[in-house]
């Protein structure tokens, strides 16, 4: 009997010296093909877009090939269920945007995964500032005329944004009740539609990417009034925090995730190596010229944000009554 405890003991001893060296030679054998990295939308939209751009910065560092392959549908929830439901061993990963922090609070029970067990955060790669924008029509030069002009005449103004539970509507949505004014909400099945409307000035006013609309802004067809973040293109530009409104801060985030259980020392590389990319000359520059910001964060840093996120933004859709439609 205690030769059979002894060698329990050892047996113990044993794996507990090991399992360092076992998390070491999954780090070094990582990784083992090419990487897949899941986008939950079609070609072209800016998340896939930034996804492609990180993708390529991490071939070198990582030492394989990174394949991006697109799975749009059900507001995001099939292709990041897709990434839940991958093996955990980081040949599989997902990269995610703001819609990734706001469904827990709009669907709730009914996301076909939970947003905070089935993920393993990698790195938050960029936020993007949203601006406040009114057709010139409307004839208003700033946020206080805006407002003013919305409490003179409450439900005349029509904000658009991209659907139900979309960051436009949300930041309209802060706006509303940060301001106490009554603004419509035009909400449109995708982004390109709503944005010919308020080019044409059909909708007086809505919330978009800098990028989207810095030529029309230059070209006064439409007026920017505030952003919710600094923005190194509308540098002169005053955020809503600057003129009172801290709360109006809708910054659409782009991020890196794994699934749950992937091996700790692969998330390290991985984030490492995110982090790296970010950091260096030629991506950072890029991400700058398209308009966002680049971060380049670490995991903890990230899953903080995340956590952040959807507590903030389940309490505006609650406050806000808001359902998915």
């Not at 269920?81 to 990269?95: E, H």
């Not at 659409?252 to 020392?265: N, R």
């Amino acid at each position: 009997m205690q030769n059979l405890r002894r060698r329990d003991l050892l047996a113990s001893v044993a794996a507990i010296c090991l399992t360092p060296l076992a998390s070491t030679a999954r780090a070094q054998s990582y990784p083992a093909g090419p990487v897949k990295v899941i986008v939950p939308y079609a070609p072209g939209a800016a998340t896939d877009n930034l996804a492609r751009l990180l993708s390529q910065a991490l071939e070198g560092p990582i030492g394989a090939t990174f394949i991006v392959e697109n799975r749009a549908g059900g507001g995001t929830q099939i292709g990041t269920k897709a990434v839940a439901s991958a093996a955990p061993d980081g040949q599989t990963l997902g990269f995610i945007d703001t819609a990734f922090v706001i469904n827990p609070g709009l669907f709730g029970s009914t996301l076909p995964y939970d947003t905070r067990r089935d993920f393993a955060p990698v790195s938050l790669m960029a936020t993007a500032p949203l601006v406040l924008i009114a057709h010139s029509s409307v004839g208003v030069k700033d946020l206080k005329a805006f407002i003013e002009l919305a409490k003179a005449q409450p439900g005349r103004l029509a904000y658009g944004s991209a659907g139900v539970g979309s960051a436009p509507h949300l930041a309209g949505e802060q706006l509303r009740r940060a301001a106490g004014i009554d603004i419509n909400h035009a909400a449109y099945r995708g982004g390109s539609t709503v944005l010919n409307d308020l080019i044409g000035g059909h909708i007086q006013c809505g919330f978009t990417t800098v990028p989207t609309m810095v030529e029309h802004i230059r070209a006064g067809t439409v007026v920017a009034l505030a952003v919710t973040a600094k923005s190194g293109q509308l540098p002169q530009l005053p955020t809503f925090g600057e003129l009172g409104l801290p709360a109006v801060d809708t910054t659409p985030l782009f991020g890196m995730i794994a699934p749950a259980q992937t091996p700790a020392p692969v998330l390290q590389k991985l984030s490492q190596a995110a982090s790296g990319a970010v950091a260096s000359g030629p991506l950072r520059a890029r991400l700058t010229e398209l308009g966002f910001a680049p971060v380049g964060s670490s995991a903890d840093a990230f899953k903080a944000r995340i956590d952040s996120e959807i507590a903030k933004w389940t309490e505006v859709i609650k406050a806000g009554n808001i359902k998915p439609s």
